[in-house]
């Protein structure tokens, strides 16, 4: 079997999801390969970039360099493609990481390359986003479109070679893609519809948190036949051995990363993702994706993911830990306290009366734990409790206090736009923020999307999010008039405006955010 993980995500960190298949299908003897195709991709089209900079230096000397700039129309692009291989260097050791305005610089000008080197497609590319002016990732008639003219995704040179030569090395029966976010979707159909153009016997798999999503919509029925022969929804284990004659797959297998390059992101080093669950353990909170699709919580034995994190660090030596659970659960903090991998970690944790114990914190600290991102979501006690968060104000300030206190950085998610807030509930958020800019060190701001199949949206007045059939949030006239417009006004002319808030948000890595926000907490200066 053939596992993809498709463009595009962030290039900083191996495919967990594909990890745990990996490992699983290994477990049953199984033959599997797994290919991060999000970062081979990425990789092909820097690398032709650096090329063609490369050769018009050589061919036409110090003359190249206003023929290139003529043709690429401005000196930030020019510098960009020059400085290219050194920018990679400088994100891939610490050096990058002394200085939060050097880091910026590096990360935009290799952005910059990449956005160029999309430019002859349709597609506006990012280190971090996808997106086609033609086509929408939420309508199945577009995908359609997309697996049939893949020639016309940027990334196909780089598909159709990979694609041929696993094909030819591995002859898999089975090909299996990881689709868990929408700025994966028209790649990965690109990629089917050059199998099915060329490779029509082979069986296509389709699996992933999107497609979990797609399939467990209300009334869900599948637009893609004739391009999908399965589809995988939550952990897809079970569902992929049963394809191979495998009835009853052992639970919690370890996940195998051999198959990855893990040394080649754009990291400091090997960061080490690991889920130590599916679903929520809290899973009460209002508009909960989890909740509205019915995922349960499925949690690995605390023993276990004690077990793996100590193989899987003494294998890959990494840098970093990312525990990748939605919330970890105050037993595996507890189980973490208790630990030590000799190697930092972080991961989301919900605000909880463990986070105001100081001893507590103090063994988080000691076991590694350099950062914790924090949904925090409003400064209004009042939309917390309509949220159902489980947490008031004054246990929230209490736990970023004694977080830093022992020294463990905080990466806290604000949400705005909730049916119950208004301008005035958004100031309290704001005046939150303010008078704790000391003990948070990073933010994530975010508008509220109501997802559409939600037991909340029947009570609202909704419409189309976005125009497609794939579509999982919707629209919605706001109860009390805080509108989309008036949120996007406020943050941008209030929020971030305030001197708190700037100091805050200076600190931010650009594009990569959280997932390089740890190294600046780790770096020595």
């Given at each position: 079997m053939l596992l993809i993980y498709p463009p595009l995500v962030k290039p900083c960190e191996p495919p967990a999801g594909l990890a745990k298949l990996a490992g699983s299908m290994n477990h049953h003897n199984i033959p599997c390969k797994v290919i991060d195709a999000n970062l081979g991709g990425i990789s092909s089209l820097l690398k032709?970039?650096?090329?063609?900079?490369?050769?018009?230096?050589?061919?036409?000397?110090?003359?190249?360099?206003?023929?290139?700039?003529?043709?690429?129309?401005?000196?930030?692009?020019?510098?960009?493609?020059?400085?290219?291989?050194?920018?990679?260097?400088?994100l891939n050791n610490w050096e990058a990481y002394k200085n939060i305005d050097r880091y910026r610089r590096t990360v935009i000008d290799i952005n910059r390359v990449l956005a160029v080197s999309a430019a002859h497609s349709n597609v506006r590319m990012s280190l971090s986003n996808y997106v086609d002016r033609d086509l929408s990732p939420v309508r199945s008639a577009d995908l359609i479109r997309a697996s049939a003219t893949p020639e016309l995704n940027p990334f196909y040179g780089y598909f159709k070679k990979m694609l041929f030569t696993e094909l030819e090395k591995e002859s898999p029966a089975v090909v299996g893609f990881s689709l868990n976010y929408l700025s994966q979707a028209l790649c990965t159909f690109a990629m089917i519809g050059?199998?099915?153009?060329?490779?029509?016997?082979?069986?296509?798999?389709?699996?992933?948190?999107?497609?979990?999503?797609?399939?467990?919509?209300?009334?869900?029925?599948?637009?893609?036949?004739?391009?999908?022969?399965?589809?995988?929804?939550?952990?897809?284990?079970?569902?992929?051995?049963?394809?191979?004659g495998v009835p009853h797959a052992e639970n919690n297998v370890s996940p195998d990363y051999n198959g990855l390059s893990v040394n080649s992101y754009l990291a400091p080093g090997t960061i080490l993702p690991y889920s130590a669950s599916s679903g929520c353990y809290w899973n009460r909170c209002s508009f909960c994706p989890e909740r509205a699709e019915g995922n349960p919580y499925k949690p690995v034995p605390t023993d276990l993911v004690i077990k793996d994190l100590c193989n899987l660090t003494e294998k890959m030596k990494p840098v970093l830990i990312h525990l990748l659970?939605?919330?970890?659960?105050?037993?595996?903090?507890?189980?973490?306290?208790?630990?030590?991998?000799?190697?930092?970690?972080?991961?989301?944790?919900?605000?909880?009366?463990?986070?105001?114990?100081?001893?507590?914190?103090?063994?988080?600290?000691?076991?590694?734990?350099?950062?914790?991102?924090?949904?925090?979501?409003?400064?209004?006690?009042?939309?917390?409790?309509?949220?159902?968060?489980?947490?008031?104000?004054?246990?929230?300030?209490s736990a970023l206090k004694t977080l830093k206190k022992v020294g463990i950085a905080t990466y806290v998610y604000l949400l705005f736009g909730t049916p119950s807030e208004t301008i005035t509930e958004a100031r309290k958020t704001l005046d939150f923020t303010a008078r704790h800019n000391n003990e948070i060190d990073f933010l994530n701001l975010a508008i509220f999307n109501l997802p559409a199949y939600s037991p909340e949206a029947k009570e609202l007045k909704t419409d189309q999010f976005y125009e497609g059939d794939l579509s999982l949030y919707s629209s919605f006239l706001h109860p009390r008039g805080w509108g989309r417009n008036l949120v996007r006004q406020f943050l941008s002319q209030e929020f971030k405006k305030h001197p708190a808030v700037v100091s805050i948000m200076r600190k931010s890595p650009s594009i990569f955010t959280s997932n390089h926000a740890p190294f600046f907490i780790m770096n020595p200066h």
């Open positions: 032709r970039s650096g090329s063609r900079i490369k050769d018009l230096l050589r061919e036409e000397g110090e003359s190249c360099k206003e023929s290139f700039t003529v043709n690429t129309r401005d000196k930030w692009t020019t510098r960009s493609f020059r400085y290219l291989e050194s920018n990679i260097a400088a050059i199998l099915r153009r060329e490779h029509p016997g082979i069986r296509i798999v389709l699996g992933g948190g999107l497609v979990t999503s797609w399939v467990h919509r209300s009334g869900w029925t599948n637009p893609f036949n004739g391009l999908v022969d399965d589809f995988v929804t939550g952990p897809g284990e079970g569902k992929l051995l049963s394809i191979f659970d939605n919330a970890l659960s105050p037993a595996l903090l507890k189980t973490l306290s208790e630990s030590s991998f000799g190697v930092p970690w972080y991961g989301f944790a919900r605000i909880s009366s463990h986070l105001t114990d100081l001893d507590f914190c103090l063994a988080l600290k000691r076991s590694g734990c350099v950062m914790l991102q924090v949904g925090l979501e409003s400064g209004d006690q009042g939309i917390l409790d309509n949220m159902r968060k489980g947490f008031d104000l004054m246990m929230a300030s």
